[in-house]
Nanobody, 115 residues
């Protein structure tokens, strides 16, 4: 059974930082492509960052230079370091992977950027 559990969200002031964590189980994590997505109120879920099993990363333009995705295969965990946060980064953040032909999602963690 594939499980993804996000943590690390919260309320932060503009310009602040947060690190999100996604713990995975039920997959061969070291071979999995892992992605972070977010969904703001009234908007569609959007891809923001991904990392291959080899560590190659890609980002949506709106977070380049501010967010960093990384992985620790020994801990079956993927991270999203978010710096210079803006109010428009407010959203529920999800991690995701594809395994055995299906997409899996965590429950999400709320990030609110507000003064």
């Amino acid at each position: 059974q594939v499980q993804l559990v996000e943590s690390g969200g919260g309320l932060v002031q503009p310009g602040g930082s947060l690190r999100l964590t996604c713990a995975a189980s039920g997959i061969i994590f070291s071979t999995a492509y892992m992605g972070w997505y977010r969904q703001a109120p009234g908007k569609q879920r959007e891809f923001i960052a991904g990392i291959t099993r080899g560590g190659t990363t890609n980002y949506v333009d709106s977070v380049k230079g501010r967010f960093t995705i990384s992985r620790d295969n020994a801990k079956n965990t993927v991270y999203l370091q978010m710096n210079s946060l803006k109010p428009e980064d407010t959203a529920v953040y999800y991690c995701s992977t594809r395994a055995l032909g299906a997409d899996y999602w965590g429950q999400g963690t709320q990030v609110t950027v507000s003064s």
